[in-house]
C-alpha cells in the first residue's frame, strides 16, 4: 500500500520561507511523477508544482513561479517543496501526490497546513 506523509508546515510572517517534505512508502518511488496541490478554506483543491520521475521536468502554477521549487530525492523516497517569499494568499493545507500507473494523481497524503501571516 502506497503510503504519503507531508511535513514542515506552520506558521510563518509575509516573506519567510518553509520547506515541505513528503515521504512516500510502498512502491518504487522513482517510477512516477509527483505533484503539491493545496487547498485553501473554502475552495477548491489546485495544483501547486509537479516533478517528473527523473526530476528532469518540473511544472509550477503561476503564483508561486519563482518563489517556489519542487525537488526529489529519490534515494530517500522523498519529494519537497521549497518555498520562499510567501505571501498570505499561500495560506492552504498543502498535499503531497504521487501519480499511478495511469499517470493519474492515485496516491494522496494527509495535507500540512501552511499560514502565512501578514
Known amino acids: 500500500q502506497v503510503q504519503l506523509v507531508e511535513s514542515g508546515g506552520g506558521l510563518v510572517q509575509a516573506g519567510g520561507s518553509l520547506r515541505l517534505s513528503c515521504a512516500t512508502s510502498?512502491?518504487?518511488?522513482?517510477?512516477?511523477?509527483m505533484g503539491w496541490f493545496r487547498q485553501a478554506p473554502g475552495k477548491e483543491r489546485v495544483f501547486v508544482a509537479s516533478i517528473s520521475w527523473s526530476g528532469g521536468n518540473t511544472a509550477y502554477t503561476d503564483s508561486v513561479k519563482g518563489r517556489f521549487t519542487i525537488s526529489r530525492d529519490n534515494a530517500k523516497n522523498t519529494v519537497y517543496l521549497q518555498m520562499n517569499s510567501l505571501k498570505p494568499e499561500d495560506t492552504a493545507v498543502y498535499y503531497c501526490a504521487a501519480k499511478g500507473p495511469m499517470m493519474r494523481y492515485d496516491y494522496w497524503g494527509q495535507g500540512t497546513q501552511v499560514t502565512v501571516s501578514s
Open positions: 510502498g512502491r518504487t518511488f522513482s517510477s512516477y511523477g
